[in-house]
């Protein structure tokens, strides 16, 4: 079992900046992948970023690429998602997800089906 819970969320103006954080626990964090997803009212829940469990990797949706950093602090279990540059469209409900399975193909890291915990979530909004 993993437990993720959100926090940082809030309201910024287009062009600036706001960072999310996902603080995890109940298993060794060190070895899971973690991830952001967001969905928009009306929308399906669509990837951000991806960060594989030993730093090697990570992965930006191309709507997202040069303005967001995903990242980890093992020692403080948590996972962190810079974002500059904001934009109304990324207004949005953010959410953290682990896959625990660390050997897990990298292009599945995409995809929402790959990660088996969530966290309940963190609402962005930007304002034009």
């Known amino acids: 079992q993993v437990q993720l819970i959100e926090s940082g969320g809030g309201l910024v103006h287009t062009g600036g900046s706001l960072s999310v954080s996902c603080a995890a626990s109940?298993?060794?964090?060190?070895?899971?992948?973690v991830a952001w997803f967001r969905q928009s009212p009306g929308k399906e829940r669509v990837f951000v970023a991806a960060l594989r469990w030993n730093g090697g990797y990570t992965y930006y949706a191309d709507s997202v690429k040069g303005r967001f950093a995903i990242s980890r602090d093992n020692a403080k279990t948590t996972i962190y998602l810079q974002m500059d540059s904001l934009e109304p469209e990324d207004t949005a409900v953010y959410y953290c997800?682990?896959?625990?399975?660390?050997?897990?193909?990298?292009?599945?890291?995409?995809?929402?089906?790959?990660?088996?915990?969530w966290g309940q979530g963190t609402q962005v909004t930007v304002s034009s």
């Open positions: 997800a682990a896959d625990v399975e660390p050997y897990s193909i990298l292009s599945s890291l995409r995809s929402p089906t790959a990660y088996e915990y």
């Open positions: 109940g298993r060794t964090f060190s070895r899971i992948n």
